[in-house]
């Protein structure tokens, strides 16, 4: 065991944790990870096309901004999206990892679908649609409540179980569709399209107005129940240590359960949302991935409900600016996956750098 | 000259702004044992954390055999044939001993569990362990595993070996068993360091002894030149005489009787037998052990975080003379009860604190759920927060500070000046003072004093012996769980704290479970 | 009758294999630690970099040989599959990043790419119509030529192409690796522990490149088995469907056994698939049956959780990343 043929060296590298970033160093870090991807991105498509980029950033621009009807079907998707961020949220903050928002959303939608098919038109409208909120909360309470239990009361894997439960979901709606459309078409159709009985009301002139509205006063609420309420601090100190809240009396498996039904509660609500205020019917892609998209607009905002508003709006428009690329220079829309995947690989990994340091060895002593 | 088998020079190691070794150097020779002295939080695990790879220094050398090595990786520590035995078993709880013990080997041949079993019970037949190399470590006693921890450093005929307090997890026959093995070890020529604070197992193993004081290498001596009370000198310092003003208890009234108190781990292994004791008000009830012997149990079945199995905490309330039972009691009902029970418990940021969270919201621990609103009040907090970082001098750049972000001492403080503020009838401490210096822990011993004097009953967990008999004025001494005797710390002295605490009622039984073990090992 | 249940079999097997794939490199990639939620965009990318392969070659070639019609769609499936589990490696091993997220942006990637690939493929060289690549599949699709002589034994055991072969033969490979070999010890102890198998001198950061590097490149044959054999050399988009998601369930249900997943991978297969032999099911029904896969790993996964056996529980480290200096 002779040691003697090894070069004697510093590692080259040596990574330490750093004791704290302030906020404008660390926004920068951020800025330049996205303006890198944006590159990268740009890069690919000139590659793949022969595009001018500037000219590709510039359409895609206008996929989200060129008309007041495009403003607002970019709000209302962010709102969608930024509802089931907020639904994740409180969960996250608990450090539970509640990965089925897709499924709660769509058992929603499909629970409101439900009473609205039932009902048709035998209810007046304001009744309906109360009806089918409620029935939407409960079912996103039960989706995401079922997990929590057992997270509560036997450490159940609650990442996997809630993954498990979205394509229970999914079959879920297909199974219901199929029932209630014999034809085996396997497509629902809108309902009530002539009464328009159990629609949300046109707000602002805009059909989508009411949930915008909606979804806008949520995310005031939630920032001020996760920053201001005394649950908001539990959730908190549950997420940090659950030894310091057992040590101050909290019972944590209450505020599990109680945080995890809230979180089914909202996503429950984005799927009534979806449905009674934009699709007017259910398919399987009523969340349409959102479920997991919001996912990470949560995490990309530290969970703050306000800095969610900008991480769902960065996501959409990415989306929606592709998706006009695509049309406008017949690429397929599969590019804003891409792309949304480039810029969300940068982000993530940026992080990196907030957290940690990187030493090089001195250049000095390289030769001995 | 020989050689030293393993040199250290000048070797400095930082976290944040935390210096915890500073320009250490040290060598041990072959054949040679020697103890690394220094109280709790000195830098020696940090130390010998450098030398197995975990950490890397900033700056200084390792010298092996005379030449300089670089220890990046604990792979690099195997290369150089460094085995460290930490106090933190590193063993898969799922895997059984012989997978633990050839984790990470690179044998010649086939990979035959059979073989290395074969050799685990040559090698504990060698040295007198006693192992089942199929038994999974999930299944295992704290000395089990232990025991296999040191088998898989002796597996791999490691020619230095750092042991990291190994005895403080251990019976006093278990010690004796364990220096025989390194006894032998040495003179198989192998360069040992044991890591300590242990001065009389110092004494009996060690040729040298190197003693490190809050990350400052202080010197190296020869064992038998030197003698307990020079190195409890170069170990604390001068020897300074603490002159904690300690008034006599006023108005001793019955405040907390613990009665016949079991608890047992999740194992199922009793870590409480049998306990009973009185806290009175207007005195400090000083608890001294060996780290681990059960005062973490003891405080949280006090403060409802602990199942207790057997026996009844009753607290007398001084404001309505009613005598309740804490038993089976969350800490919610406890204090939905009127006891005011304040605890200070021995993991600062893990359970007293929420690191992430600032001053203010840490206040808010305590006392969020006042009010009938859903909403938080801060107001109140925030001026608590306030006069602790005035009164006790917290150092913080603003009661917005992250907790994590303040010194240990600071950060203490805050936690203390919280517990307090709550006006409490009980106060629990729980290491109070580790890891912080001279100044902090003056501040700590005079609160506590103030809140004796105030007519509160004081319960002060302790390490530190001159501390306990100075400041306290009862010590409750456990050993293995179980109450070894309560002295009046004006006229106790160190050594009789010393000897309660290694003695146990259970040691002859021990020994009788011991040898019968023994012989169920030889009959198969 | 034999013939029928002969059928049943082999369409479960054949639904299965996808799924054998995905689950063997996810057991592998969890063993060390890493709950990789990218496998299904990995498996997408497995399928559409095989696809780009094959239509390559038959594009350029005159005279495609059998040999490069099966190297060529398998080495670039391989190379795909790699590059997509190196991003998710280098970002969750060495940037130390969420790995949840991670997966997720993966997925996310893993889909576009397929889709993108799929959708525009015939329009880079001018063409219309659909990717069809009959040449390259039919050597994919391949069984042993006595296959058909045997009745109903030939049908349940040799009639499949080769890979489904390969994916048995991966998953008992790599259940021995697990359990027999020091490198699949090391593994596991990296997933369970990090700290103790670094203290034990075990390189944790190559450990863990290797397995999510070799489990996502093992899954990615199972997107390469589809669009060559299952589907012929066809693409669809979205076609492949929840069958990645499909495979980390089957992780679970396998209690992360990579043998138990062959036979966890042919039940969920035939549970995919049955409703099409039972007679008279509506398709309501049938979608019930689709469910069952899901409802039955969730029931996997909670009893385990109850009976709280220390053998059958995700490796102990899973999702968490590790860095040595942490204190």
């Known amino acids: ?368 | 000259m020989a050689v030293p088998a393993i040199e250290l020079k000048n070797i400095t190691k930082t976290f944040g702004h935390i210096v915890a070794n500073h320009k250490v150097s040290l060598s041990v020779m072959k054949g040679e044992i020697l103890a690394l002295l220094g109280e709790n939080g000195s830098g020696k695990t940090t130390l010998m954390n450098m030398i197995s790879g975990i950490y890397y220094p900033d700056s200084g050398e390792i010298l092996i055999d005379g030449e300089e090595a670089v220890i990046a990786s604990p792979k690099d520590a195997f290369d150089y044939r460094i085995g460290m035995i930490h106090q933190h078993f590193k063993l898969v709880d799922i895997f059984t001993a012989a997978e633990n013990i050839v984790l990470g080997l690179k044998e010649e041949g086939p990979f035959d569990l059979e073989k290395v079993s074969a050799r685990v019970r040559e090698i504990s037949e060698q040295f007198g362990f006693e192992i089942d190399p199929k038994k999974k470590i999930y299944e295992m006693s704290v000395s089990e595993k232990q025991t296999v921890e040191i088998i898989k450093v002796l597996y791999r005929g490691a020619d230095i070996l750092i042991l990291d307090e190994p005895t403080a997890v251990l019976t006093p026959q278990e010690t004796q068993k364990l220096f025989a093995v390194l006894r032998r070890m040495k003179d198989a020529g192998k360069a040992i360091i044991i890591i300590t604070h242990k001065l009389h197992e110092v004494l009996e193993i060690s040729d040298k002894v190197a003693v490190l004081r809050k990350g400052e290498y202080i010197g190296t001596l020869v064992t038998a030149e030197t003698n307990e009370t020079e190195l409890t000198e170069m170990m604390v310092g001068k020897k300074i005489s603490l002159n904690i003003d300690r008034s006599e208890p006023k108005n001793r009234q019955e405040r907390l009787v613990v009665k016949d108190l079991d608890i047992m781990n999740r194992d199922g292994i009793k870590v409480l037998d049998d306990v009973s004791f009185t806290a009175y008000s207007g005195e400090i009830l000083g608890i001294a052990g060996i780290a681990g012997s059960g005062q973490r149990e003891l405080l949280e079945a006090i403060a409802g975080l602990q199942n207790i199995s057997e026996g009844d905490i009753f607290y007398h309330d001084p404001r309505t003379g009613k005598t309740e039972d804490l038993k089976d009691k969350t800490p919610l009902q406890i204090r939905e009860l009127g006891v005011r029970l304040s605890f200070v418990p021995e993991d600062r940021l893990g359970m007293g604190l929420v690191g992430n969270m600032d001053i203010v919201d840490n206040m808010l621990l305590r006392s969020y759920r006042k009010g009938h609103s859903v909403f938080l009040q801060r107001g109140e907090p925030r001026s608590l927060a306030e006069r602790i970082i005035k009164q006790l001098e917290v150092v913080t750049p603003s009661a917005a500070t992250p907790v994590r972000r303040l010194s240990g001492g600071n950060v203490q403080k805050v936690l203390v000046g919280r517990e307090i503020a709550a006006a409490p009838t009980v106060l629990m401490a729980a290491y109070p003072v580790r890891g912080l210096d001279i100044n902090s822990s003056y501040t700590i011993y005079n609160l506590l004093n103030a809140q004796k004097e105030s007519g509160v009953a004081v319960i002060f967990v302790g390490e530190d012996l001159d501390v306990l008999i100075e400041l306290c004025d009862r010590i409750l001494v456990i050993g293995s769980g179980q109450v070894t005797g309560i002295v009046d710390a004006r006229t106790a002295t160190k050594e009789e704290i010393g000897l309660l605490m290694v003695k146990s009622h259970k040691a002859a039984a021990a020994k009788e479970t011991e040898s019968r073990g023994g012989n169920h090992a030889e009959n198969r | 009758m034999f013939d029928t249940l002969a059928s049943i079999i082999f369409s479960s097997v054949v639904q299965g294999i996808p799924l054998l794939f995905g689950a063997t490199g996810e057991i592998i990639t969890e063993k060390s630690g890493h709950l990789n939620l990218g496998i299904p965009g990995i498996m997408y990318v497995g399928g559409i970099s095989g696809i780009v392969g094959g239509y390559l070659y038959e594009h350029f070639s005159t005279n495609p040989t059998a040999f490069l019609c099966i190297a060529i769609p398998l080495v670039s499936s391989l190379l795909g599959s790699g590059l997509m589990a190196l991003i998710y490696s280098f970002l969750t091993v060495t940037l130390r990043a969420n790995q949840n997220v991670t997966g997720l942006a993966l997925t996310t990637f893993g889909t576009g790419v397929g889709n993108f690939l799929g959708g525009s493929l015939l329009n880079f060289f001018g063409e219309s119509g659909s990717i069809s690549l009959l040449t390259v599949s039919k050597y994919y699709k391949a069984s042993f030529p006595f296959a058909e002589k045997l009745g109903p034994i030939g049908k349940i055991f040799f009639s499949y192409g080769f890979l489904a072969y390969l994916a048995v033969i991966i998953a008992l490979l790599a259940h021995r690796f697990l359990k027999k070999t020091r490198a699949g010890l090391n593994l596991r102890a990296v997933g369970e522990n990090p700290a103790t198998a670094d203290a034990a001198g075990i390189n944790v950061t190559r450990y863990k490149y290797l397995a999510t590097l070799i489990g996502g490149m093992i899954a990615g044959l199972g997107g390469l088995y589809f669009v060559m054999d299952y589907t012929g050399g066809t693409w669809t988009n979205n076609g492949f469907g929840d069958r990645g998601w499909l495979a980390i369930a089957i992780v679970i249900f396998a209690l992360w056994r990579p043998a138990g997943a062959i036979f966890a991978s042919i039940i969920f297969g035939g549970l995919y698939i049955c409703a099409i032999f039972i007679p008279g099911l509506s398709s309501a029904q049938k979608e019930l049956f689709k469910m069952t896969p899901y409802v039955v790993t969730i029931i996997v996964l909670v009893l385990t959780s109850i009976r709280n056996r220390r053998e059958n529980q995700p490796p102990a480290s899973l999702g968490l990343s590790y860095f040595r200096e942490e204190r």
Not at chain 1, 163 to 180: E, G, H, K, P, R
Not at chain 1, 254 to 277: K, N, Q
Not at chain 1, 299 to 305: E, G, R, S
Request: glycine share 8%; proline share 3%.
């Open chain 1, 1 to 368: 065991m002779q040691k003697t043929d090894k070069t004697v060296r510093e590692p080259l590298v040596h990574i330490t944790k750093r004791p704290d970033m302030p906020l404008f160093p660390a926004l920068l870090i951020r800025l330049c990870a996205i303006l890198l991807a944006l590159i990268i991105c740009a890069l690919i498509i000139f590659w793949l096309t022969g595009l001018n980029p500037l000219a590709v950033y510039k359409a895609m621009f206008e996929g989200s901004f060129s008309s007041t009807r495009k403003i607002w079907n970019f709000l209302q998707n962010t709102a969608m999206l930024l509802c089931i961020a907020l639904a994740v949220t409180p969960a996250f903050r608990m450090r539970f990892w509640n990965l089925g928002a897709e499924g709660q959303v769509l058992v929603g939608g499909l629970a409101s679908a439900a009473v609205m098919f039932y009902v048709r038109d035998s209810w007046p409208s304001w009744l309906l649609i109360l009806v089918m909120l409620i029935s939407a909360l409960a079912a996103g309470i039960v989706w995401a409540g079922v997990p929590a239990l057992f997270k509560a009361n036997f450490g159940t894997n609650e990442t996997l179980f809630t993954l498990m439960m979205n394509y229970v979901a999914i079959q879920l709606v297909t199974f219901f569709i199929a029932v209630w459309v014999p034809t085996g078409s396997g497509v629902l159709g809108v309902l009530n399209q002539q009464s328009q009985n159990g629609w949300l009301p046109a707000v602002f002139n805009q059909r989508y107005g009411l949930n915008v509205l909606i979804v806008g006063i949520l995310t005031v609420v939630m920032f001020i129940y996760l920053r201001y309420s005394k649950h908001g601090y539990e959730i908190s100190v549950v997420g940090e240590s659950e030894n310091t809240a057992r040590y101050i009396g909290v019972n944590v498996k209450g505020v599990i359960i109680r945080t995890v039904v809230l979180s089914g509660a909202v996503a429950g609500l984005a799927g009534f949302l979806l449905m009674a205020g934009a699709a007017h019917t259910v398919t399987a892609e009523l969340a349409g991935g959102n479920g997991f998209t919001a996912v990470l607009v949560s995490w990309l905002a530290k969970f703050n409900p306000l800095t969610m508003i900008l991480t769902s709006m960065l996501i959409v428009f990415l989306q929606k600016g592709s998706g006009e690329i695509a049309q406008a220079f017949r690429l397929s829309s599969n590019i804003s996956e891409i792309m949304t995947g480039i810029i969300l690989f940068f982000i993530i990994g940026c992080e990196f750098f907030i957290r940690y340091r990187i030493n090089f060895r001195k250049k000095a002593e390289e030769e001995k």
